[in-house]
């Protein structure tokens, strides 16, 4: 049976090496297998969660359009398109968060770390977020849902709303249930100041992450400032543990090379850190180097970018019509 891959990614600007490692690369994979039909999706509906300048999340879309197809998905093959255009994600947010319980939305950690100390001001959005991430996967009868580990807890409640539903109103397998895809290993990349916290495209400092439009110069230069502690590179996996830093780096550069941490681990054992940074510069360059210089050439082609939404707005469009249609149905409307 064909897999139904769908996934979003926010155009909120400084798409990083965690967003690329975490889902975009597997994005990729899964585009290139022909056993699935894939969705990916610009979901602005959710980057407006928080305040955005109007004109910078325009470009922000093009940008995040661009990004996915220099990364390798192919608009012809996966459907490539803004969440905003496809009206049936609002209405079936809306209809899902009547389902959704507030008992479960207060035990979502996202929220909490976003909103931070002053969750009373935060916005209504920001807290119902997994409502509509629910509605986005729901819709399109998605099967697998790459995404980071940070969304692991979303993905559940995803899970929960469509189980509820289905029981509520009594139709069995009236949504599909749908799976995570979230790789058992580095798949949450920290920021290169601080390896216990996860690296983001809101973090003030631009040190802490790696760009996917950074040029050569700048990556290498993250890297060589990037903290670690003063011992040489660990020849334990159970060291890593208590050095959040060293396992973040040698995380990176085990997820570019496709190797264990054990096989990094037994490369570098004993050596130190400058001579480690030069090999991770090396192969963070090779691998995000011409992804960044495609993103400059697809972003001087807004028409080829604006054809490329246009096209997935058809077919998404298509899809969710029909789905809403039959949940007013079930509903009564
Ligand atoms: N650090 C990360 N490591 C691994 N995966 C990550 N993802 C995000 N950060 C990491 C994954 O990237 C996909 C798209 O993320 P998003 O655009 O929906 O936004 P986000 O998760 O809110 O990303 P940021 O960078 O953390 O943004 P801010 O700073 O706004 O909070 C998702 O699949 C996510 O798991």
């Not at 400084?14 to 690329?20: I, Q, S």
């Not at 003063?230 to 050095?243: F, N």
């Not at 691998?287 to 028409?303: G, M, R």
């Not at 077919?315 to 039959?326: F, G, L």
Request: hydrophobic share 40%; proline share 3%; net charge positive.
């Amino acid at each position: 049976m064909k897999k139904k891959i769908f996934s979003g990614v926010q155009p909120t600007g400084n798409l990083h090496l965690g967003n690329y490692l975490g889902a975009i690369k597997n994005f990729v994979d899964l585009n290139n297998d022909i056993q699935n039909e894939c969705i990916f999706c610009v979901v602005d509906l959710h980057a407006i969660t928080v305040s955005q300048n109007p004109k910078d999340l325009k470009s922000n879309i093009h940008e995040t359009v661009a990004t996915f197809v220099a990364s390798g998905i192919d608009p012809k093959k996966s459907i490539i398109f803004n969440q905003s255009q496809v009206s049936a994600h609002s209405e079936a947010a809306w209809i899902l968060s009547c389902v959704a319980r507030m008992g479960w939305l207060n035990r979502m950690t996202q929220f909490k770390e976003k909103a931070g100390k002053d969750k009373e001001k935060a916005s209504i959005g920001l807290y119902s977020y997994p409502v509509l991430m629910a509605a986005d996967i729901l819709l399109y009868d998605s099967t697998h849902v790459p995404v980071g580990d940070d969304q692991k807890q979303h993905l559940e409640l995803c899970r929960d709303i469509a189980q509820k539903f289905n029981n509520d109103y009594k139709i069995e397998n009236f949504f599909i249930v749908p799976e995570p895809l979230i790789k058992k290993e580095f798949s949450r990349i920290m920021s290169l100041k601080d390896g216990l916290k996860k690296m983001s495209k809101s973090e003030v400092s631009d040190l802490s992450r790696i760009n996917l439009t950074d040029d050569k110069d700048q990556i290498i230069n993250k890297i060589k400032k990037a903290k670690t502690d003063t011992l040489p590179l660990p020849s334990k996996i159970e060291e890593l543990d208590k050095r959040p830093e060293a396992k973040n780096l040698i995380g990176i550069y085990s997820s570019l090379m496709n190797n264990t941490l054990q096989k990094t681990i037994d490369e570098f054992a004993g050596k130190n850190f400058s001579e480690f940074k030069e090999k991770l510069s090396e192969i963070v360059v090779n691998e995000i180097n011409p992804i960044s210089l495609k993103i400059k050439e697809l972003l001087d082609d807004k028409v080829f970018l604006e054809k490329i939404l246009k096209d997935g707005y058809e077919k998404a469009n298509e899809i969710a019509s029909k789905k809403i249609k039959k949940i007013h149905e079930i509903v009564g409307f």
